[in-house]
């Protein structure tokens, strides 16, 4: 029980080392759990157009191409995932400046910029 553990720690190290995320953890610096932690209860999933069906739903718009928006950057994506209201007065979406890191941020960013 102890030996099956460890390896499975050494693999969730050693995928840490191969990503290049240094020390923090990996599950927090990748796009898609940050998206299902922070995002998915509002907005499609990836590839699912209606949302989490058990929620029933989403508040939030698809998000599934939108890189293929127009000046959807991944700059102009990281600015509004920190402060909606920067980019749009009426932005009823919650500010995520404060909840999450400018690294975060970006990761989620660059991951949605390339949805198209
Ligand atoms: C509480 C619900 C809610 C949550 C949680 C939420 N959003 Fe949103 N999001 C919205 C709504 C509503 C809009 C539509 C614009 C508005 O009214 O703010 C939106 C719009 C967007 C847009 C589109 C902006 C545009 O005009 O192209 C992006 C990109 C986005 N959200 C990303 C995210 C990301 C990334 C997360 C997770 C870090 C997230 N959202 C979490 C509700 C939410």
């Not at 402060?83 to 749009?88: N, W």
């Not at 999450?100 to 990761?107: G, K, N, S, Y």
């Amino acid at each position: 029980m102890f030996r099956r553990c460890a390896v499975l720690y050494a693999l969730f190290v050693g995928f840490c080392a191969l990503s290049g995320c240094g020390k923090s953890d990996p599950a927090e610096t990748a796009p898609k759990v940050l998206y299902d932690q922070h995002c998915a209860k509002c907005h499609a999933q990836a590839g699912e157009p209606g949302g989490p069906p058990k929620i029933g739903g989403s508040k939030g718009p698809n998000l599934t191409k939108i890189g293929a928006e127009p000046n959807r950057t991944a700059d102009w994506l990281a600015e509004f995932i920190r402060d909606p209201k920067s980019k749009r007065a009426d932005a009823k979406m919650p500010a995520f400046g404060g909840t999450l890191t400018d690294e975060q941020i970006r990761v989620l960013a660059e991951w949605l910029a390339a949805k198209k």
